[in-house]
């Protein structure tokens, strides 16, 4: 089988050193823009500073406006968000704490009963011949991981949370001196949240597998069968941050469109409007805290899904730490990958127009991609024996190096087409956006048939891609092979993510500087960095919805095998109606979530609406509308119906595992896997075409889209409905539909122990 090039000691000291360089960086980039006061200050001017001659002046003090009163106007904008969204995050935080604590209790008396509570050793699962650890350690274990990840998840999102709403109103100062300074603040950001999520979920992966291995010793089935709580903390978490955080931000989104622009025929984000900071707060909320938590559960699951098959595999059989290692030395290399990339976006090539903001943040996933595949061979090359076995549904398979080099890039390429395939149809640079805005001619009922069209549509390329990559993984290496296909897809995340956090705070900078009365040209630039961001969004949303496919599939090859499955056949009825019900379950989730935003914002609109009637002065500016109770309304609804969606993914894994046993629970899996992913691809780009349609007539940059315009006009009135439509479906339902395949098929794998011996109760009686 032969031995790898990196040693146990090298592997041991290059992952935590690539995490703590990736820790680094973030703070650096922190460092770099929290040079950008929000004090009124005059910088001293040096010849540095003067790379356009004078041009450097701010565009305010040209036009005459009081600076000083315009950044603090900015910096109490900045406040009453960020107290918005910390407040909402720590009220959300209590509930899930509670739900975090009980969850912990289920795993460790569910597996811990696997042998009644037993201290004594045990046979091990897939060798017979060799003693154990006890399933009660396994449980105890299990538990500890579930809330590590639990807390790394919700650690990851708060930060991200923390970091946005401290650059946003320093992104609409910058905005005052040109463009390119403002996308730089606004990338920065970004780039401080994905960087610190990534380098913090693989140093706490890292160091969980390290003190495990002190109590487990040589019971590798069992350590890496005790991590996979980590994946389930992760993601669990992250269901509750998407729904919530996803209901947060629609409610008010819609509840200020719907009365602001339609009735009322004021501007977005207009001071005037009620419900303004709540939209911006659920920005906040939403894509960032939500999107970071849902991000990391993939990363975390993937890595956990992998090490599984692989501690049954060569790796885990023979002891080789380095190669059992691989999915964290993709990871590590990932960070090292993504700071190069960064760098081009902030140090070496400077945005210094308006149409180089799309791109730029484009180029960003061409240059990782491409780093990324020599960064992958290299690591195949280093850290893989030449060849070596994968554990198959009780077989071992012959593997080489090259082949799961192959497997990896597969998933990391599938990755960028996804994405690509996703700005094609989400960007209204492209005739499919365009055609979607010329349909507003005729009304919003024609937008919205053109915008389903086209959300279903959008999903052909993108699940051909998902399955080339698992056909070309599983051929080579079998569930590990699809396993580091999902981490290929993942291996860029820092970038992913900044590329992803950089569009809401963009969003929130125009909303700041709308707020703050600033002038129509910074808010032209700051709408510029928004609807770049729009599509990116897009495209990170893509991403996750591609990899949480295979990072499931992957988890239910480890969940079949553990449960000791060898054959799932679909012709059996204990397979086939778990089949089909496990593909309705993501539309029972899409019409809770959709419903739950809906009722919300319906109180929200009926607060907007009594506030404009009944509060003397509002419309004409001279009093101050009521932020607060808007901002009560969103938590309180997004709090009480984040419940549900969350106790319907969480429950049925275990209703079907204890009622119906291992085989039904495969089907529920497989399932809901097919259909999740077509509802979540489509909703999203259908909701993300709305709203840049919305866009392309707002900006009226062609002549096609002056036709349609100006803001206020029929077919623009109609492309707000649209646009409202797809909220839910682009911010709530879709991207939460990923999380949902993905914690069944990883709590299926937690719990699969006990489903085994105790589980199908149903078909025992009957």
């Known amino acids: 089988m032969g031995s790898t090039l990196l040693s146990e000691l090298a592997t041991e000291i290059l992952v935590p050193v690539c995490a703590v360089v990736g820790i680094i960086f973030s703070l650096f980039q922190w460092f770099i823009v929290s040079r950008v006061r929000l004090t009124h200050e005059r910088p001293p001017s040096s010849n540095s500073d003067k790379k356009n001659g004078f041009n450097d002046y701010l565009i305010e003090e040209e036009e005459g406006i009081n600076d000083q009163s315009v950044v603090a106007k900015c910096a109490d904008i900045q406040s009453a968000i960020s107290e918005g969204a910390t407040s909402f995050l720590f009220t959300e935080y209590q509930y899930v704490g509670v739900f975090m604590i009980a969850f912990a209790i289920l795993i460790f008396l569910f597996l811990g009963s696997v042998e009644g509570f037993s201290t004594k050793g045990q046979a091990c699962t897939y060798d017979q011949q060799r003693m154990c650890k006890p399933a009660l350690a396994t449980a105890a274990f299990s538990t500890v991981s579930f809330l590590l990840g639990a807390i790394t998840s919700v650690l990851s999102g708060f930060l991200g949370m923390k970091i946005a709403t401290y650059a946003n109103a320093r992104t609409t100062l910058e905005a005052r001196k040109s463009v390119g300074k403002a996308f730089i603040v606004a990338f920065r950001s970004g780039a401080v949240m994905g960087f610190l999520l990534a380098a913090n979920g693989l140093l706490v992966l890292f160091i969980a597998i390290n003190l495990f291995k002190l109590y487990y010793g040589d019971d590798w089935e069992g350590l890496f069968e005790a991590i996979t709580g980590y994946g389930l903390g992760g993601s669990s978490m992250a269901l509750f941050g998407r729904v919530g955080g996803g209901i947060y931000t629609k409610a008010a989104d819609v509840g200020a469109d719907l009365v602001g622009k339609v009735e009322r025929n004021i501007p977005e984000d207009d001071p005037r409007n009620p419900a303004v900071i709540a939209d911006n707060v659920g920005d906040n909320v939403g894509d960032i805290a939500g999107m970071g938590s849902d991000l990391f559960g993939s990363y975390a699951e993937s890595s956990c899904a992998a090490l599984v098959v692989a501690s049954i595999s060569s790796f885990g059989v023979n002891h080789e730490f380095t190669s059992m290692l691989y999915p964290l030395l993709i990871s590590s290399i990932g960070i090292l990958v993504c700071l190069i990339t960064t760098l081009f976006a902030t140090d070496f090539f400077e945005v210094k127009a308006v149409k180089e903001i799309e791109p730029s943040l484009k180029k960003q996933l061409i240059i990782s991609t491409v780093l990324m595949t020599v960064g992958i061979a290299i690591v195949s090359w280093i850290g893989l024996p030449s060849s070596f076995t994968i554990y198959n549904f009780g077989a071992q398979k012959v ?72 056909f070309v993984s599983f051929s080579f290496a079998a569930m590990y092979g699809i396993a580091v296909a999902a981490l290929g897809m993942l291996s860029t995340i820092a970038t992913g993510l900044a590329i992803d956090a950089y569009g809401p705070i963009s969003d929130n900078a125009g909303g700041i500087a709308e707020m703050a009365g600033m002038s129509h040209r910074i808010r032209e630039r700051t709408d510029a960095l928004d609807a770049a961001g729009n599509t990116t969004a897009a495209i990170g949303k893509g991403f996750a919805i591609g990899s949480a496919a295979l990072v499931s599939l992957a988890l239910f090859g480890a969940f079949v095998s553990r449960a000791g499955i060898t054959t799932v056949d679909v012709l059996t009825p204990k397979v086939f109606i778990g089949l089909i019900v496990g593909a309705m379950l993501p539309y029972w989730f899409s019409a809770m979530t959709m419903k ?153 794998l937690v719990f699969a122990p006990f489903f085994a011996t105790h589980g199908g109760l149903l078909f025992k009686i009957f």
């Open 399 to 470: 593997v080489k190096n090259w082949q799961l080099f192959l497997c990896v890039a597969v998933g990391l390429w599938a990755g960028l087409i996804i994405g690509f395939v996703t700005e094609y149809y989400t960007s209204n640079a492209y005739s499919p956006v365009q055609d979607v805005a010329d349909s507003c001619r005729t009304g919003a009922a024609t937008n919205v048939i053109f915008g389903l069209a086209l959300g279903y549509k959008s999903v052909i390329i993108p699940i051909f891609a998902i399955a080339v990559s698992i």
């Open 596 to 748: 739950s935003v809906g009722s919300a914002a319906l109180k929200m609109v009926e607060e907007v609406r009594r506030q404009f009637n009944t509060i003397p002065g509002l419309m004409e500016g001279t009093t101050k509308p009521d932020y607060a109770t808007c901002v009560k309304i969103s938590t309180d609804a997004s709090i009480k119906e984040m419940i549900p969606p969350g106790a319907l993914v969480m429950l049925t894994p275990l209703i079907v595992g204890i009622l119906f046993g291992v085989e039904t629970l495969s089907g529920v899996l497989a399932g809901s896997l097919v259909s999740g992913v077509q509802i979540a691809i489509s909703a999203s780009n259908t909701g993300g075409a709305w709203d840049n349609a919305k866009k392309y007539i707002e900006a009226g940059a062609s002549e096609h889209a002056r036709t349609l315009g100006p803001k206020g006009s029929e077919p623009h009135k109609a492309a707000v409905i649209g646009d409202t439509i797809g909220d839910p479906l682009k911010d709530t339902s879709g991207p939460s539909l990923n999380i949902l395949i993905k914690l069944m098929a990883v709590e299926s």
